[in-house]
Protein backbone atom coordinates (compact mmCIF):
# COMPACT_ATOMS: atom_id res chain seq x y z
CA UNK A 1 0.00 0.00 0.00
CA UNK A 2 2.78 2.20 0.95
CA UNK A 3 4.30 2.15 -2.62
CA UNK A 4 1.11 3.11 -4.72
CA UNK A 5 1.70 5.33 -7.50
CA UNK A 6 -0.35 8.59 -6.37
CA UNK A 7 1.03 8.14 -2.54
CA UNK A 8 1.70 11.92 -2.23
CA UNK A 9 -1.52 12.85 -3.30
CA UNK A 10 -3.02 10.86 -0.91
CA UNK A 11 -0.07 12.33 1.69
CA UNK A 12 -1.26 15.88 0.58
CA UNK A 13 -4.76 14.81 1.83
CA UNK A 14 -4.53 13.52 4.72
CA UNK A 15 -1.98 16.35 5.70
CA UNK A 16 -5.07 18.38 4.34
CA UNK A 17 -7.21 16.70 6.44
CA UNK A 18 -5.23 16.61 9.91
CA UNK A 19 -4.53 20.15 9.85
CA UNK A 20 -8.68 21.14 9.06
CA UNK A 21 -9.39 19.01 12.15
CA UNK A 22 -7.12 20.35 13.91
CA UNK A 23 -8.43 23.65 13.56
CA UNK A 24 -11.84 23.11 14.28
CA UNK A 25 -10.90 20.89 17.57
CA UNK A 26 -9.22 24.27 18.12
CA UNK A 27 -6.49 22.70 19.62
CA UNK A 28 -3.68 25.11 19.20
CA UNK A 29 -5.61 27.90 21.23
CA UNK A 30 -6.38 25.22 23.60
CA UNK A 31 -3.00 24.36 25.02
CA UNK A 32 -1.81 27.99 24.64
CA UNK A 33 0.46 27.99 21.50
CA UNK A 34 0.92 30.76 19.64
CA UNK A 35 2.15 28.99 16.05
CA UNK A 36 1.28 30.61 13.00
CA UNK A 37 -0.92 28.23 11.04
CA UNK A 38 1.76 28.15 8.02
CA UNK A 39 4.12 26.55 10.17
CA UNK A 40 1.65 23.86 11.68
CA UNK A 41 0.50 22.78 8.18
CA UNK A 42 4.14 22.61 6.98
CA UNK A 43 4.64 20.63 9.92
CA UNK A 44 2.00 18.33 9.43
CA UNK A 45 2.62 18.17 5.89
CA UNK A 46 6.25 16.95 6.82
CA UNK A 47 5.26 14.88 9.26
CA UNK A 48 2.89 12.84 7.26
CA UNK A 49 5.70 12.36 3.83
CA UNK A 50 8.22 11.75 6.46
CA UNK A 51 6.17 8.37 8.30
CA UNK A 52 4.47 7.11 4.87
CA UNK A 53 8.18 7.55 3.23
CA UNK A 54 9.31 5.72 6.82
CA UNK A 55 7.04 2.46 6.54
CA UNK A 56 7.25 2.42 2.78
CA UNK A 57 10.96 1.57 3.76
CA UNK A 58 10.21 -0.47 6.47
CA UNK A 59 8.03 -2.38 4.28
CA UNK A 60 10.64 -3.06 1.75
CA UNK A 61 12.69 -4.50 3.97
CA UNK A 62 10.24 -6.66 6.19
CA UNK A 63 11.41 -9.70 4.45
CA UNK A 64 15.04 -9.79 5.25
CA UNK A 65 13.88 -8.04 8.55
CA UNK A 66 11.45 -10.90 9.15
CA UNK A 67 14.36 -13.78 8.20
CA UNK A 68 16.24 -12.27 11.17
CA UNK A 69 13.05 -12.11 13.71
CA UNK A 70 11.92 -15.48 12.91
CA UNK A 71 8.11 -16.22 11.68
CA UNK A 72 6.08 -16.01 14.89
CA UNK A 73 5.68 -12.33 14.45
CA UNK A 74 3.57 -11.78 11.70
CA UNK A 75 4.66 -8.95 8.92
CA UNK A 76 2.08 -6.41 9.80
CA UNK A 77 3.00 -6.47 13.44
CA UNK A 78 6.23 -6.49 12.87
CA UNK A 79 6.01 -3.60 10.37
CA UNK A 80 3.60 -1.41 12.96
CA UNK A 81 6.70 -1.86 15.60
CA UNK A 82 9.21 -0.66 13.86
CA UNK A 83 6.93 2.04 12.65
CA UNK A 84 6.47 3.21 16.48
CA UNK A 85 10.05 4.90 17.19
CA UNK A 86 10.43 5.72 13.25
CA UNK A 87 7.34 8.21 14.19
CA UNK A 88 8.60 8.94 17.49
CA UNK A 89 11.53 10.63 15.54
CA UNK A 90 10.22 11.71 12.32
CA UNK A 91 7.54 13.91 14.49
CA UNK A 92 9.02 14.61 17.58
CA UNK A 93 12.42 15.73 15.38
CA UNK A 94 11.02 18.58 13.00
CA UNK A 95 8.43 19.98 16.04
CA UNK A 96 11.50 20.42 18.49
CA UNK A 97 13.88 22.24 15.89
CA UNK A 98 10.45 24.44 15.55
CA UNK A 99 9.63 24.87 18.73
CA UNK A 100 13.58 25.74 19.32
CA UNK A 101 14.96 27.63 16.90
CA UNK A 102 12.52 28.96 13.83
CA UNK A 103 9.62 29.44 16.62
CA UNK A 104 11.00 29.85 19.76
CA UNK A 105 8.64 28.58 22.79
CA UNK A 106 8.77 28.43 26.39
CA UNK A 107 9.90 25.05 27.26
CA UNK A 108 6.28 24.35 29.33
CA UNK A 109 4.78 25.15 25.98
CA UNK A 110 7.59 23.03 23.85
CA UNK A 111 6.33 20.47 25.93
CA UNK A 112 2.89 21.09 25.13
CA UNK A 113 3.55 21.34 21.38
CA UNK A 114 5.71 18.22 21.77
CA UNK A 115 2.59 16.03 23.35
CA UNK A 116 0.21 17.42 20.33
CA UNK A 117 2.51 16.26 17.32
CA UNK A 118 3.34 13.03 18.68
CA UNK A 119 -0.62 12.30 19.40
CA UNK A 120 -1.22 13.66 16.03
CA UNK A 121 1.69 11.66 14.72
CA UNK A 122 1.01 8.46 16.46
CA UNK A 123 -2.68 8.52 15.08
CA UNK A 124 -1.71 8.96 11.41
CA UNK A 125 0.66 5.81 11.53
CA UNK A 126 -2.16 4.04 12.87
CA UNK A 127 -4.28 5.09 10.36
CA UNK A 128 -1.98 4.38 7.44
CA UNK A 129 -1.29 0.69 9.31
CA UNK A 130 -4.45 0.04 9.48
CA UNK A 131 -4.92 1.19 5.84
CA UNK A 132 -1.98 -0.75 5.22
CA UNK A 133 -3.38 -4.22 7.17
CA UNK A 134 -6.56 -3.74 5.17
CA UNK A 135 -5.02 -3.70 1.44
CA UNK A 136 -2.39 -6.44 2.49
CA UNK A 137 -5.91 -8.55 3.48
CA UNK A 138 -7.73 -7.72 0.61
CA UNK A 139 -4.58 -8.54 -1.62
CA UNK A 140 -4.00 -12.20 0.17
CA UNK A 141 -7.83 -12.80 -0.52
CA UNK A 142 -7.59 -12.04 -3.91
CA UNK A 143 -4.49 -13.96 -4.62
CA UNK A 144 -6.09 -16.77 -2.84
CA UNK A 145 -8.83 -16.75 -5.39
CA UNK A 146 -6.95 -16.79 -8.09
CA UNK A 147 -4.95 -19.86 -6.96
CA UNK A 148 -8.06 -21.40 -5.99
CA UNK A 149 -9.38 -20.72 -9.92
CA UNK A 150 -6.16 -22.06 -11.17
CA UNK A 151 -6.06 -25.08 -9.05
CA UNK A 152 -9.48 -26.02 -10.24
CA UNK A 153 -8.51 -25.49 -14.30
CA UNK A 154 -5.23 -27.58 -13.50
CA UNK A 155 -7.43 -30.35 -11.70
CA UNK A 156 -9.80 -30.22 -13.83
CA UNK A 157 -7.23 -30.46 -16.70
CA UNK A 158 -5.89 -33.56 -14.95
CA UNK A 159 -8.84 -35.15 -14.66
CA UNK A 160 -10.26 -34.52 -18.36
CA UNK A 161 -6.72 -35.82 -19.22
CA UNK A 162 -7.29 -38.95 -17.16
CA UNK A 163 -10.63 -39.92 -18.80
CA UNK A 164 -9.82 -39.12 -21.82
CA UNK A 165 -6.96 -41.66 -21.42
CA UNK A 166 -9.43 -43.88 -20.28
CA UNK A 167 -11.71 -43.59 -23.12
CA UNK A 168 -9.01 -43.00 -26.17
CA UNK A 169 -10.09 -45.86 -28.55
CA UNK A 170 -6.50 -48.26 -27.90
CA UNK A 171 -7.62 -48.11 -24.43
CA UNK A 172 -10.99 -49.21 -24.82
CA UNK A 173 -10.00 -51.80 -27.61
CA UNK A 174 -7.00 -53.26 -25.41
CA UNK A 175 -9.51 -53.48 -22.27
CA UNK A 176 -12.67 -55.35 -24.69
CA UNK A 177 -10.42 -57.28 -26.73
CA UNK A 178 -8.80 -58.63 -23.53
CA UNK A 179 -12.73 -59.03 -21.85
CA UNK A 180 -13.51 -60.48 -25.26
CA UNK A 181 -11.32 -63.41 -24.79
CA UNK A 182 -12.36 -63.67 -21.11
CA UNK A 183 -15.77 -64.55 -22.30
CA UNK A 184 -14.93 -67.64 -23.98
CA UNK A 185 -12.19 -68.91 -21.43
CA UNK A 186 -13.78 -67.76 -18.34
CA UNK A 187 -17.02 -65.78 -17.90
CA UNK A 188 -16.58 -64.87 -13.78
CA UNK A 189 -13.04 -63.91 -14.72
CA UNK A 190 -14.55 -61.80 -17.59
CA UNK A 191 -16.86 -60.03 -14.97
CA UNK A 192 -14.80 -59.13 -12.72
CA UNK A 193 -12.78 -57.76 -15.05
CA UNK A 194 -15.72 -55.95 -16.37
CA UNK A 195 -16.29 -54.98 -12.68
CA UNK A 196 -13.05 -53.31 -12.48
CA UNK A 197 -13.23 -51.32 -15.49
CA UNK A 198 -16.63 -49.55 -14.25
CA UNK A 199 -14.79 -48.68 -10.94
CA UNK A 200 -12.22 -46.80 -12.99
CA UNK A 201 -14.47 -44.78 -14.75
CA UNK A 202 -16.62 -44.10 -11.85
CA UNK A 203 -13.59 -42.41 -9.76
CA UNK A 204 -12.42 -40.44 -12.58
CA UNK A 205 -16.07 -39.25 -12.76
CA UNK A 206 -16.83 -39.09 -9.39
CA UNK A 207 -13.79 -37.08 -8.43
CA UNK A 208 -13.07 -35.03 -11.41
CA UNK A 209 -14.28 -31.83 -9.13
CA UNK A 210 -12.07 -32.43 -6.38
CA UNK A 211 -8.58 -30.85 -5.66
CA UNK A 212 -7.88 -33.73 -3.10
CA UNK A 213 -8.77 -37.49 -2.17
CA UNK A 214 -8.12 -39.85 0.57
CA UNK A 215 -5.14 -41.89 -0.51
CA UNK A 216 -7.44 -45.06 0.15
CA UNK A 217 -9.52 -44.22 -2.39
CA UNK A 218 -6.53 -43.26 -4.64
CA UNK A 219 -5.41 -46.80 -4.05
CA UNK A 220 -8.39 -48.82 -5.00
CA UNK A 221 -8.56 -46.47 -7.76
CA UNK A 222 -5.16 -47.43 -8.27
CA UNK A 223 -5.61 -51.67 -7.62
CA UNK A 224 -8.21 -51.13 -10.65
CA UNK A 225 -6.08 -50.04 -12.91
CA UNK A 226 -3.44 -52.70 -11.78
CA UNK A 227 -6.11 -55.53 -12.30
CA UNK A 228 -6.83 -54.44 -16.01
CA UNK A 229 -3.34 -53.82 -16.67
CA UNK A 230 -1.77 -57.14 -14.63
CA UNK A 231 -4.82 -59.20 -16.81
CA UNK A 232 -4.15 -57.46 -20.25
CA UNK A 233 0.11 -58.15 -20.12
CA UNK A 234 0.29 -61.16 -17.60
CA UNK A 235 3.27 -62.27 -16.52
CA UNK A 236 5.06 -58.95 -17.81
CA UNK A 237 3.76 -56.27 -15.48
CA UNK A 238 4.31 -56.49 -11.79
CA UNK A 239 2.59 -53.99 -9.84
CA UNK A 240 3.07 -54.14 -5.82
CA UNK A 241 1.21 -51.57 -3.77
CA UNK A 242 2.17 -51.87 0.47
CA UNK A 243 1.00 -48.48 1.96
CA UNK A 244 0.33 -48.98 5.67
CA UNK A 245 -3.51 -49.04 6.55
CA UNK A 246 -2.48 -45.78 9.09
CA UNK A 247 -1.67 -43.59 6.15
CA UNK A 248 -4.75 -44.29 4.08
CA UNK A 249 -6.51 -41.75 6.08
CA UNK A 250 -3.76 -38.88 4.59
CA UNK A 251 -4.51 -37.02 1.24
CA UNK A 252 -3.33 -36.92 -2.11
CA UNK A 253 -4.28 -34.86 -5.43
CA UNK A 254 -7.17 -37.72 -7.25
CA UNK A 255 -5.44 -39.32 -10.55
CA UNK A 256 -1.76 -38.60 -9.62
CA UNK A 257 -0.80 -42.28 -9.00
CA UNK A 258 -2.50 -43.43 -11.84
CA UNK A 259 -0.80 -40.56 -14.21
CA UNK A 260 2.30 -41.84 -12.80
CA UNK A 261 1.41 -45.70 -13.56
CA UNK A 262 0.52 -44.89 -17.09
CA UNK A 263 3.93 -42.62 -17.19
CA UNK A 264 6.10 -45.88 -16.59
CA UNK A 265 4.18 -48.01 -18.73
CA UNK A 266 4.28 -45.46 -21.90
CA UNK A 267 8.26 -44.60 -21.13
CA UNK A 268 9.48 -48.66 -20.79
CA UNK A 269 9.60 -51.71 -21.93
CA UNK A 270 7.45 -54.71 -20.59
CA UNK A 271 7.64 -58.08 -21.69
CA UNK A 272 7.72 -61.36 -19.74
CA UNK A 273 11.99 -61.80 -20.28
CA UNK A 274 12.00 -58.41 -18.40
CA UNK A 275 8.83 -57.79 -16.40
CA UNK A 276 8.16 -54.19 -15.45
CA UNK A 277 7.69 -53.65 -11.48
CA UNK A 278 5.84 -50.94 -10.61
CA UNK A 279 6.07 -50.21 -6.61
CA UNK A 280 3.78 -48.05 -4.82
CA UNK A 281 4.91 -47.45 -1.12
CA UNK A 282 5.07 -45.12 1.78
CA UNK A 283 8.51 -43.82 3.12
CA UNK A 284 10.30 -44.80 6.45
CA UNK A 285 9.32 -41.40 8.02
CA UNK A 286 5.70 -41.98 6.32
CA UNK A 287 5.87 -38.72 4.97
CA UNK A 288 5.62 -39.41 1.57
CA UNK A 289 3.74 -41.61 -1.15
CA UNK A 290 6.76 -43.31 -3.35
CA UNK A 291 5.98 -44.39 -7.16
CA UNK A 292 9.16 -46.53 -8.32
CA UNK A 293 9.18 -48.74 -11.90
CA UNK A 294 12.13 -49.93 -12.78
CA UNK A 295 14.37 -48.40 -15.46
CA UNK A 296 13.49 -50.25 -18.93
CA UNK A 297 13.38 -47.25 -21.52
CA UNK A 298 11.61 -47.96 -24.70
CA UNK A 299 13.99 -47.45 -27.91
CA UNK A 300 11.66 -45.61 -30.19
CA UNK A 301 9.55 -43.36 -27.75
CA UNK A 302 9.81 -39.52 -28.50
CA UNK A 303 11.56 -37.29 -25.73
CA UNK A 304 9.08 -36.81 -22.43
CA UNK A 305 7.30 -33.78 -22.02
CA UNK A 306 6.69 -34.23 -18.41
CA UNK A 307 3.32 -32.57 -18.55
CA UNK A 308 1.85 -35.37 -16.48
CA UNK A 309 4.70 -34.64 -13.39
CA UNK A 310 4.42 -30.67 -14.02
CA UNK A 311 0.80 -31.19 -13.74
CA UNK A 312 0.98 -33.16 -10.62
CA UNK A 313 3.89 -30.57 -9.05
CA UNK A 314 1.43 -27.77 -9.79
CA UNK A 315 -1.57 -29.46 -8.18
CA UNK A 316 0.50 -30.01 -5.04
CA UNK A 317 2.31 -26.65 -5.31
CA UNK A 318 -1.23 -24.80 -4.78
CA UNK A 319 -1.92 -27.05 -1.26
CA UNK A 320 1.11 -27.43 0.41
CA UNK A 321 5.00 -26.45 1.12
CA UNK A 322 6.53 -29.69 0.66
CA UNK A 323 7.94 -30.50 -2.96
CA UNK A 324 7.25 -33.44 -5.28
CA UNK A 325 10.66 -35.08 -5.44
CA UNK A 326 11.76 -36.68 -8.79
CA UNK A 327 14.97 -39.13 -8.65
CA UNK A 328 16.31 -40.99 -11.53
CA UNK A 329 19.30 -43.34 -11.28
CA UNK A 330 20.48 -46.19 -13.44
CA UNK A 331 18.07 -48.80 -12.46
CA UNK A 332 15.11 -46.90 -11.48
CA UNK A 333 12.95 -44.40 -11.79
CA UNK A 334 10.90 -42.33 -8.51
CA UNK A 335 8.56 -40.03 -7.77
CA UNK A 336 7.99 -38.87 -4.28
CA UNK A 337 4.31 -37.34 -3.60
CA UNK A 338 3.62 -35.28 0.10
CA UNK A 339 0.98 -37.23 2.43
CA UNK A 340 -1.53 -34.00 2.96
CA UNK A 341 -2.99 -34.13 6.30
CA UNK A 342 -5.49 -32.43 6.12
CA UNK A 343 -8.61 -31.91 8.53
CA UNK A 344 -11.94 -33.12 6.82
Not at 116 to 138: D, E, K, P, Q, T
Not at 203 to 231: D, G, I, P
Request: proline share 6%.
Amino acid sequence: MFSIRLRYVYMLALAAYTFVSVLLMEALPYYGLPVEQSYTLVLFALSVVLIWEGNRLIQQNLTNISRVVGPRVHPLLLGFLLSLPLTLVVVGGPALLLARYLHPLPPAQVRLGMKLMLNVGFRINLFLNIINAAYFFMHELRRSQVEAEELKKISSQAQFQSLKDQVNPHFLFNNLNVLSALLYQDVNLAGEFLQQLSKVYRYVLQNQEKEVVKVAAELEFMESCAYLLRTRFRGSLRIEITVPVALRSCYTVPVALQMLLENALKHNISSRNRPLLIEVFATPNHAQLVVRNTLQPKPTVPPSTNLGLENIRRRYGFISQQPVEVERDASSFTVRLPLLHLTP
